[in-house]
């Protein structure tokens, strides 16, 4: 049923996860290495959500909106956006991207299921956000 053609998997990582799982070597530094308890809480955390997922499958709709959010987070380096040759720069009205768009899940009763949002930031680019 589930093949690479009807399924995307997406990964990122994260200032405030467990370490151990990656093999680079500065995340390793605060795991001492690999630690193959958090690798596999990961991917067994991962196979769960999608058996839940699909044994919770239902007829519904879905709805997409997107609009334009502010103040949202920073650059972490705009010395380095501006590295980028104007022409680039010129297609954009700063130098972190502003739009958000939203997938909203609901039943067929229109009780809403879920949410998936879409909005690039980094999690070290909040600080100090809106003081």
Known sequence: MYSDSNVALIGTHTHAGVGGYLNNL???FTSIGFVRQAFDAIVDGTLHAISEAHSSMAIGTLSIGNTTVYEGGINRSP???????????????????????LIRFEDNQGKILGFLSFFAVHGTSLYNVGL
């Open 26 to 28: 500065l995340p390793q």
């Open 79 to 101: 010395s380095a956006y501006l590295q980028n040759p104007p022409d680039e720069r010129a297609r954009y009205d700063g130098d972190v991207d502003h739009e958000m768009s």
